[in-house]
């Protein structure tokens, strides 16, 4: 299993998409492309600081997927925000934003 810096797994191939989309899913892949989408960025761009295949991102964003805690770890970082606050923002507990500054 790979580790936070273990990025081969992250490059593996697109993992297979769920029959059903999860509401939580769909929430959590709604927060990923709202905040990448104000930073001006496309899916290639988020892949690129995330280190993520492109197509597995538009996955996640359309709740194809169900992301692991290091994949959500990766994204919290690539964009600038805590995990906690998109996991609270899925929960309905507020909106995650980056940092003012």
Do not use: C
């Not at 593996?12 to 905040?35: C, E, H, K, N, Y």
């Not at 761009?45 to 964003?61: I, T, V």
């Amino acid at each position: 299993m790979g580790t936070m810096g273990d990025t081969h797994a992250l490059k593996s191939p697109i993992m297979p998409q769920r029959a059903r989309t999860d509401p939580t899913a769909v929430r959590f892949g709604a927060i990923i492309r709202r905040l990448r989408t104000a930073r001006g960025w496309t899916l290639i761009d988020l892949g690129r600081f995330a280190n993520m295949d492109r197509r597995y991102l538009s996955n996640l964003e359309y709740g194809l997927n169900m992301p692991t805690l290091v994949v959500i770890l990766i994204l919290a970082r690539a964009l600038g925000v805590p995990a906690s606050a998109m996991i609270d923002e899925v929960e309905g507990k507020g909106v995650a934003a980056p940092p003012q500054g």
